[in-house]
């Protein structure tokens, strides 16, 4: 079956509408718009019904019918413009793109910046997204990654309750607003990340399951039933989420994929789901394309070739950095931030990517994960928030509410100068304060309660006790937004300008323009944690102090100049400690909670 799924517009208003029904004798689409009338569909092998439809323009809304009674939307449908209990649309591809000689950004080059499409503006739609792409630029950002756009039940969702994969949710702006938003980001030198969900699909709206066996009971995942990738009609599910992945690439010129949660896709085959996507992917013509992995395994194979044994993705989250990194900041020491809490295991992390690669994890009772030493270090990607990171605390609390300002900068510091692609979660760049919680619109009042209790049951585990937001509650949506009217006061606007001048120096420093491991050395120290790159003849050292006290150090030998320090003024700090130009063997004093970045000065 090579036929695109669903409904595709032929010339001359003509339609053809595939789907996969096994479970259903006979497959009946039923037109409510433009008139009202039923069509009987070919059943074919394996379970595949087609039918080619005459006065079926764009625009045209259906269900499907199964074995006469049952009427629902398509699994593959484009766009569900009254929700996802209502009629399925037949869109076209059509745009007007402009950016015919858009060449991508390389993996290397991506600086990533995750934002949710419903509270990043006020309008909460992809045009208000579209509004602060400039903003983005200037900050020295080059790719925008979207949280999840698939069609969901209502307008608040964080997207992991999408049904539709294939359906731009309707209150974004649909495939219109999608397509218009990558053509804006393109125009400006932005690739575009949309965040996918192949592990599990919401329950409200799920329609799936009555048309073939899309799940399986064989396995248990945290979110619902899980994918049916490795059992009886499997090929079908397969192909399904692997065309989903293609029209995101080819029909909205989508850069890069992120992959959720790949350790809840359980694939026994010897031909692995997510190594079939991964060719199918990098097969596509033109330029390169990516698949990022969200995993919490600590496995290298995820992005090792498959030449050497992995599955061929191109990247996936470093949790580890994150966790270090926090752990250290905050003090925090409750669930798996009880393996952290050190200067050494930033250090590892900075040094390798995992430091949980082999250990034993006292919060898991048993070691975990494994050495990531061999993987590249543009196939890590590392942060200090992310919508997990942050939306999963029990309040949504950001970090900027947990630690101090100086910690906020050294933050900053510690993921853009690491030797990884880094991630940035909308608003972090100026010290954004308001909460990211998590939020629903459900309509099914014990659908509702589950939520609640879910919810309650995971803080349980971190030892919070209190009552979380209520999920439904719009209010909660609400006080998601960003507040931007902070962002140019104080020390918000030099926060933001710190990332500003750091991403600067990411760029036009050889020493750390490439994400690389050769030429790095990491050390720890107390509570002093010392960075070098070296790359083409260039050098860089940054010294940063995790401690309450100023701490001395001394550079390696030769001249070096100052590039940075976070304690000066102009980062609204009371002034820096270190000196503009360092002779060789001279000591150095970094204040507390601060960090110095230095170039090696050429010559003798």
């Known amino acids: 079956m090579s036929l695109r799924l669903g409904a595709t517009p032929l010339p001359g208003a003509r339609c053809r509408f595939t789907v996969w029904a096994p479970r259903a004798r006979r497959v009946d689409v039923h ?67 402009t950016d015919g000689g858009w060449g991508g950004v390389p993996l290397r080059d991506y600086v990533l910046y995750e934002l949710h499409v419903g509270t990043f503006s006020a309008e909460g739609t992809f045009d208000g997204v579209a509004r602060h792409l400039d903003e983005l630029v200037d900050l ?28 731009v949710q309707d209150s974004y702006g649909g495939p219109a607003g999608l397509r218009s938003l990558v053509d804006a980001c393109h125009g400006r030198g932005l690739a575009v990340v949309l965040d996918v969900v192949y592990n599990h699909l919401g329950p409200e709206g799920n329609v799936l399951e009555d048309f073939g066996p899309y799940f399986t009971d064989r396995y248990v995942t945290p979110w619902g039933p899980a994918l049916n990738v490795d059992g009886p009609g499997s090929d079908e599910v397969r192909r399904y989420f692997i065309e ?14 992120r992959l959720d949660a790949v350790h809840g896709i359980v694939d026994t085959s010897a031909y692995p789901f997510l190594e079939e996507l991964a060719d199918a992917v990098h097969a596509l013509p033109g330029r390169r394309r990516y698949l990022i992995a969200e995993s919490d395994l600590n496995d290298p194979r995820y992005v090792t070739p498959p030449e050497r044994g ?9 949790d580890d950095f994150h966790h270090a990194l926090h752990a250290l900041l905050t003090g925090e020491r409750v669930g798996y931030y009880r393996d952290f809490g050190a200067v050494e295991p930033l250090a590892e992390s900075m040094r390798e990517g995992f430091f949980l690669g082999g250990r034993y994890s006292a919060f898991r009772g048993r070691r975990h994960g494994r050495s990531s030493r061999d993987v590249p270090a543009e196939r890590l990607v590392v942060f200090a928030q992310n919508h997990d990171q942050v939306g999963n605390r029990m309040l949504g609390d950001r970090l900027s509410t947990l630690v101090s300002f100086d910690e906020l900068k050294l933050a900053a510091g510690a993921v853009l100068l690491a030797p990884f692609v880094p991630l940035l979660f909308m608003g972090e760049e100026y010290g954004e304060r308001a909460p990211f919680q998590y939020f629903v619109s459900h309509t099914d009042p014990e659908l509702v309660e589950a939520v609640r209790r879910g919810r309650r049951e995971e803080f349980a585990a971190f030892g919070w006790e209190a009552e979380p937001p209520d999920p439904q509650d719009d209010e909660t949506f609400l006080r998601s937004r960003l507040d931007r009217s902070v962002a140019d006061g104080g020390p918000h606007r030099a926060l933001r300008e710190l990332h500003r001048e750091l991403l600067g120096l990411r760029r036009s420093h050889p020493a750390l323009a490439v994400p690389t491991k050769e030429g790095l050395e990491v050390a720890a ?73 230095f170039a090696r000065e050429a010559g003798p």
């Open 525 to 597: 120290k107390g509570d002093t944690l010392t960075l070098r790159r070296e790359r083409d003849d260039t050098e860089i050292v940054a010294l940063f102090n995790f401690g309450e006290e100023m701490v001395t150090a001394t550079l390696p030998a030769g001249r070096w100049s100052r590039l940075l320090d976070s304690s000066d003024v102009v980062w609204d700090g009371e002034g820096a400690s270190t000196p503009p130009r360092v002779a060789p063997g001279e000591a150095v004093k970094v204040g507390a909670k601060a960090f110095a970045l």
């Open 310 to 318: 992995g599955l061929g993705l191109d990247a996936q989250w470093n």
């Open 140 to 167: 020295g950002v080059t790719a925008v990654e979207l949280m999840p756009v698939a069609q969901f039940p209502g307008t608040r969702n964080w997207g992991y309750d999408g049904v539709f994969p294939f359906a």
């Open 244 to 257: 989903n992945a293609l029209r995101w690439l080819e029909e909205f010129h989508v850069d890069a994929l």
């Open 31 to 97: 037109l409510l718009e433009p008139d009202d009338r039923a069509v009987g569909l070919e059943r074919g092998d394996r379970g595949y019904h087609v039918a080619v439809v005459d006065g079926v323009p764009a625009g045209a809304r259906y269900r499907f019918r199964l074995d006469g009674d049952r009427e629902l939307p398509d699994p593959a449908s484009r766009f569900q413009p009254r929700g996802v209990d209502g009629p399925s649309e037949v869109i076209d591809s059509d745009h007007d793109w």
